[in-house]
């Protein structure tokens, strides 16, 4: 990765499986800031929760890493679509505190800190003011155990595609959620989606003054199987969008 964002090697995000000395400096950096006076302990001797080794909700402080969301656009090669990334998120006492998202083919750079906002490459981000469905561009994905929820799925896709400006298909959900926050998309919504797969990017949108819920519109966590990210102002309407009838 640091290749493709011309750092040195040392400076890469993450060697050997483990996060590198740059995110663990940048992670202490922010809860210090946090008024956690003493970070070391918790940064040096984490859990590491990543697709590899998630066994469960993890400790007091676990960091969660997706090394390649999006990774069937990486075995089929469209990488230079620039539609995979790297997220990492840091939980501190069960709460996500800090949230890394990188495109490293755009250099692309998403980061977020629990009660001090987004920002894209150093800049502040928000989401976008668009008001209506109408109006709006989304952004889906699909799971990877698709026949098992093809219905209600085809059922989801089919009425936010008739209501709204048009739904795009990226393949990262971490992607997703910060384009959501940037503004670049109005809505997401997903299911079946894992830990490392949200944790980094519903911060950063939440942070950019995103609504992140499940599809009940209960308050969302990661460890659910829905998620809805939207500027707020269209929530509404796409929770009823996305909600299906039964007889």
Not at 105 to 121: I, M, P, Y
Request: net charge positive; with cysteine.
């Amino acid at each position: 990765m640091a290749q493709y964002i011309k750092l040195p090697k040392t400076c890469s995000l993450i060697e050997n499986g483990n996060v590198s000395l740059l995110v663990k400096n940048e992670f202490k950096e922010k809860l210090l800031k946090q008024g956690i006076s003493n970070p070391k302990e918790l940064i040096d001797n984490p859990s590491y929760l990543s697709k590899k080794d998630f066994k469960g909700r993890g400790p007091l402080t676990s960091i969660l890493i997706q090394d390649s969301n999006g990774e069937r656009m990486v075995a089929k090669r469209c990488m230079r679509g620039g539609l995979f990334s790297i997220s990492i998120a840091f939980k501190l006492k069960g709460e996500t505190v800090f949230g890394l998202v990188l495109n490293p083919l755009t250099r692309e750079l998403f980061t977020a800190v629990k009660g001090k906002g987004a920002s894209l490459n150093g800049r502040q981000i928000t989401v976008s003011t668009t008001m209506t469905v109408s109006e709006s561009f989304l952004v889906t994905g699909f799971p990877y155990n698709l026949r098992d929820c093809f219905d209600p799925l085809l059922t989801r896709f089919s009425k936010c595609l008739k209501a709204s400006q048009g739904v795009r298909r990226l393949g990262s959900a971490a992607i997703d959620l910060c384009f959501v926050a940037c503004g670049r998309f109005d809505g997401f919504w997903e299911q079946n989606l894992k830990p490392w797969d949200t944790a980094a990017g519903e911060l950063i949108a939440r942070e950019a003054g995103a609504i992140v819920t499940d599809f009940s519109n209960k308050p969302f966590t990661i460890y659910k199987k829905e998620i809805l990210a939207t500027n707020g102002r269209i929530h509404k309407e796409m929770l009823s969008l996305l909600k299906i009838e039964t007889s």
